[in-house]
């Protein structure tokens, strides 16, 4: 008897799959978007800085890879992603934290729906908390820049807020796109 | 059957580790690249990929950025290029004041040094006016008796001689220049000491009356001899062409006259001998 098999993400278990559900993207295609997110930050997202915080379309994306394709996706999307931004001048900071936070917001795939605004959300504010936690941990011990946890902490908190922005407006886009496809 | 997933299955674990694992590495690798001052092998071969790339989105992002702007300011771009085309304008009358004044700098300079070459007083004066008839050359001065100047007084511009005057009013006076064929001054060519009488012919002058036997040539300077009206020396121009004939008793010099009578402004007339 054929079976038709789950689309395969990357590596690891395969979850059941709703009929409805659309197949995750290929990772090929989220590692482009994560080069693509890191290009974007590293050339224009100085004009999008508010109180010292910017945006993180990269931390947005591996929050998202992760509730929509598991911790396996997310966590080496969040590795590679975090890889090419300390290799554009993170020193380190970033790749541990890419990874953690993509691999955790794959633990939430299993129980809630990626597609959820509130979830997505809730879990883009915990993936920059974490993220910067991460770095600045990782900054203390390496680089040992003491003192500069209310900088680092106020700068967190006004990057929260952006990047739920962000996500909410990239969930409520991936809505629209999907509604405005013919059904099959 | 069912697979139940737990939370921390193997596999989940083997990955967690494993990310760690590498992650770890590659930022313990960044870190020890970071503060020896140097890159990682990781940091050139991102960097070569994002170079260019970063450099083709800023170029393109400014470009749109630019576009945008001059879009949104068009209204304010051609305002500042009305105001700048003004202030242009006032910047190109206010030039031409100071090429005016730097000129009539120049020839009241050249005024000031002839008066100093030659004797007696003299004093300054505008020409005011030209006699309307094209029969005459003379010209009119702001000068007259009150101010000193007399009838046959001596005119000289910075560049030579202008003329005399003919008649006299309180505030005014008429000049004869030499280029009119009424005038006729006693001079002599420097380099020869030949004599003759300088008459005008109303756009140059001739030197006639030239001793057969002196020798002429293109260039020649001719100045003035003293005579009644004239003191000695003051420049009138030099030989352009020379008319020499065997049979007759004396040569003809034609002159062009050392002072630009189209462009005279300011003058000295002599109140002294």
Request: charged residues 15%; hydrophobic residues 45%.
């Amino acid at each position: 008897m054929v079976r038709s098999s789950p689309p395969r993400v990357l590596f690891g278990p395969q979850r059941p799959v709703d009929a409805g559900a659309a197949a995750p993207p290929r990772f090929a295609l989220l590692l482009l978007l994560a080069a693509i997110a890191v290009l974007l930050q590293v050339t224009l997202a100085h004009a999008w800085t508010l109180r010292g915080a910017q945006p993180s379309l990269l931390t947005v994306l591996i929050v998202w890879t992760g509730l929509r394709c598991g911790p396996t996706t997310g966590g080496w999307l969040g590795l590679i992603g975090g890889v090419l931004e300390d290799a554009l001048g993170g020193g380190g900071a970033n790749v541990l934290g890419g990874a953690l936070v993509g691999f955790l917001s794959g633990l939430l795939s299993s129980r809630y729906f990626a597609e959820s605004l509130t979830v997505v959300i809730a879990a883009v504010a915990g993936g920059t908390i974490v993220r910067n936690a991460v770095s600045y941990i990782v900054l203390e011990i390496a680089y040992g820049d003491r003192g500069t946890y209310h900088r680092f902490a106020h700068a967190t908190a006004w990057e929260v807020l952006l990047n739920c922005a962000l996500a909410a407006i990239v969930v409520l886009a991936l809505r629209w796109w999907s509604n405005r496809r013919p059904a099959i | 059957m069912v697979a139940i997933y737990s939370f921390w299955d193997e596999r989940k674990l083997l990955v967690f580790v494993a990310l760690i694992i590498v992650a770890a590495s590659v930022s313990l690798l960044e870190i020890d690249a970071s503060r020896n001052g140097r890159q990682s092998p990781i940091d050139v071969v991102v960097g070569a990929v994002y170079t260019p790339l970063q450099a083709g989105l800023t170029r393109m992002v400014e470009a749109v950025g630019t576009g945008v702007h001059d879009v949104l300011h068009a209204g304010e771009f051609a305002a500042q290029n009305q105001a700048l085309q003004d202030k242009a304008g006032k910047l190109a009358a206010a030039n031409q004041r100071l090429q005016a004044d730097a000129a009539e700098n120049r020839e009241l300079r050249r005024l000031l040094a002839m008066k100093q070459t030659l004797p007696g007083d003299a004093v300054v004066a505008d020409i005011i006016g030209y006699v309307p008839e094209s029969t005459r050359r003379e010209v009119t001065v702001d000068r007259g008796s009150r101010d000193g100047v007399h009838r046959d007084s001596v005119v000289v511009s910075g560049d030579g001689l202008v003329g005399h005057v003919l008649s006299v009013g309180p505030h005014e006076a008429r000049v004869l220049l030499v280029i009119d064929p009424e005038s006729a001054v006693p001079a002599y060519l420097r380099r020869s000491r030949s004599w003759g009488i300088v008459t005008g012919t109303w756009l140059h002058a001739k030197m006639k009356y030239i001793d057969q036997n002196a020798t002429l040539q293109q260039g020649d300077i001719v100045v003035t001899g003293h005579g009644e009206i004239y003191p000695s020396g003051i420049l009138i121009g030099t030989v352009r062409e020379i008319d020499r004939k065997d049979n007759a008793l004396y040569q003809t010099a034609v002159l062009e006259p050392a002072v630009d009578f189209h462009s005279l402004q300011h003058v000295l007339v002599y109140t002294s001998p």
